[in-house]
Antibody, heavy 118, light 107 residues
Framework: QVQLQESGPRLVKPAETLSLTCTVS????????WSWIRQSPGKGLEWIGYIYYSGTTNYNPSLKSRVTISLDTSRNQFSLKLSTMTAADTAMYYC????????????WGQGTLVTVSS | EIVMTQSPATLSVSPGDTVTLSCRAS??????LAWYQQKPGQAPRLLIFGASARATGFPANFSGSGSGTEFTLTISSLQSADFAVYYC?????????FGQGTKLEIK
């Protein structure tokens, strides 16, 4: 079955840009939506945004000015960039899939904990 | 943004009990409501979609109901594996939003 795996730095300095990659195995990127979701003690679960296999994106307005999600279909990967990181961005970051017309998330990656600290 | 409110925050129950978890939306989300189960150290796992359809791998003792702004998740005959945190998520409107979760703990 499809599995997702996040990768990227665990520690980011304030004001820097976070870059994470999600690798999809056991299935194709095609015909699905691919999201980033984060979870922190303070804000709970927060949907960051998605990218469709065609390249269409949609971002949470609360983060839109700082977020870019991109796709590399040749590598079956999609990526998150979140700029101007602050301590408030410290969270577990998950990637997840949803089907067209069914924007509930299944499956999820195992998550990667990102800490913002100097 | 639609705000999802779950209650209670924590529920202390015993194995074998039946529990009902509540999720309320700040405006109607029709039946576009999902529930997730999250165990310590794991990612959330889809449990219910469309307010009442069970996801693959979950037994019939899990059931969801509701529409509009009021939703419930009922778990009957609680087993030790069911003690976890449960989240609701609306997908009727962007941005998709989650509730703060209800933690089921063993009494």
């Amino acid at each position: 079955q499809v599995q997702l795996q996040e990768s990227g730095p665990r520690l980011v300095k304030p004001a820097e840009t976070l870059s994470l990659t999600c690798t999809v195995s056991g299935g194709s990127i095609n015909n699905y939506y691919w999201s980033w979701i984060r979870q922190s003690p303070g804000k709970g679960l927060e949907w960051i945004g998605y990218i469709y296999y065609s390249g269409t994106t949609n971002y949470n307005p609360s983060l839109k000015s700082r977020v870019t999600i991109s796709l590399d279909t040749s590598r079956n990967q999609f990526s998150l960039k979140l700029s101007t990181m602050t301590a408030a961005d410290t969270a577990m970051y998950y990637c997840a899939r949803h089907q067209p017309g069914r924007p509930y998330f299944d499956p999820w990656g195992q998550g990667t904990l990102v800490t913002v600290s100097s | 943004e639609i705000v999802m409110t779950q209650s209670p925050a924590t529920l202390s129950v015993s194995p074998g009990d039946t529990v009902t978890l509540s999720c309320r939306a700040s405006q109607s989300v029709s039946s576009n409501l999902a529930w997730y189960q999250q165990k310590p150290g794991q990612a959330p796992r889809l449990l219910i979609f469309g307010a009442s359809a069970r996801a693959t791998g979950f037994p019939a003792n899990f059931s969801g109901s509701g529409s509009g702004t009021e939703f419930t998740l009922t778990i009957s005959s609680l087993q030790s594996a069911d003690f976890a945190v449960y989240y609701c998520q609306q997908y009727n409107n962007w941005p998709y939003t989650f509730g703060q979760g209800t933690k089921l703990e063993i009494k």
